[in-house]
């Protein structure tokens, strides 16, 4: 089994003359991981040992110890949710909100996507919003999530309650 131990730094005018040996699409729950055992797009097993609290993103390579075999990451395609609005006020409002229940987020001209939640879900569509559930790559912003998120959904927006967790120094009350 194929080992990758070494992130590879390249600018992606150049990530086109790389000829990678192995090519694997990866859900976010394994591209924040530190160590993984994963299935390569060729059906093969391979895997990665990297520093801790990187996000491989879509197009990182990564390469054996030896730098002979070379990996090709590219984002799954997974259940997101995604809300277009050309109203740029409601849609940082809705960004707000979902950042504030430590959801990781992807932002894009016009548009937010996160983890498909459907108590989430709920939330963005009493703010006005329409919510999209469907399969697509996830690239959440890197911020606070460079490392594995930390985040806990609720199903009660209002409520008002403390958490015993206290966020990697930052506590405060939801």
Same mark, same amino acid.
């Given at each position: 089994?194929?080992? @990758?131990?070494?992130? =590879?730094?390249? &600018?992606?005018?150049? &990530?086109?003359?790389?000829? $990678?040996?192995?090519?694997?699409?990866? +859900?976010?729950?394994?591209?924040?991981?530190?160590?993984?055992? !994963?299935?390569?797009?060729?059906?093969?097993?391979?895997? @990665?040992? =990297? %520093?801790?609290?990187? !996000?491989?993103? %879509?197009?990182?390579? !990564?390469?054996?110890? *030896?730098?002979?075999?070379?990996?090709?990451?590219?984002?799954?395609?997974?259940?997101?949710?995604?809300?277009?609005?050309?109203?740029?006020?409601?849609? &940082?409002?809705?960004?707000?909100?979902?950042?504030?229940?430590?959801? +990781?987020?992807?932002?894009?001209?016009? @548009?937010?996507?996160?983890?498909?939640?459907?108590?989430?879900?709920?939330?963005?569509?009493?703010? #006005?919003?329409?919510?999209?559930?469907?399969?697509? $790559?996830?690239? $959440?912003? &890197?911020?606070?999530?460079?490392?594995? $998120?930390? #985040?806990?959904?609720?199903?009660?927006?209002?409520? *008002?309650?403390?958490? *015993?967790?206290?966020?990697?120094?930052?506590?405060?009350?939801?």
């Amino acid at each position: 089994m194929p080992l @990758f131990t070494r992130r =590879l730094r390249i &600018a992606k005018a150049a &990530a086109h003359a790389l000829r $990678p040996t192995h090519t694997a699409s990866l +859900p976010l729950a394994l591209r924040i991981k530190s160590r993984a055992r !994963i299935c390569l797009d060729d059906g093969g097993e391979a895997g @990665f040992i =990297l %520093d801790r609290g990187q !996000i491989l993103r %879509d197009g990182d390579h !990564i390469a054996s110890s *030896d730098g002979r075999l070379i990996l090709r990451i590219s984002a799954a395609a997974e259940a997101v949710s995604t809300v277009h609005c050309s109203d740029a006020l409601l849609l &940082a409002r809705c960004a707000y909100h979902l950042g504030n229940r430590h959801v +990781p987020l992807q932002l894009g001209e016009g @548009f937010v996507r996160y983890q498909h939640d459907h108590v989430l879900d709920d939330m963005v569509r009493q703010m #006005g919003l329409t919510v999209i559930a469907e399969q697509a $790559p996830f690239e $959440p912003e &890197a911020g606070a999530y460079q490392s594995a $998120p930390h #985040g806990h959904h609720h199903g009660h927006a209002d409520d *008002d309650h403390a958490h *015993d967790d206290d966020h990697q120094g930052h506590a405060h009350r939801h």
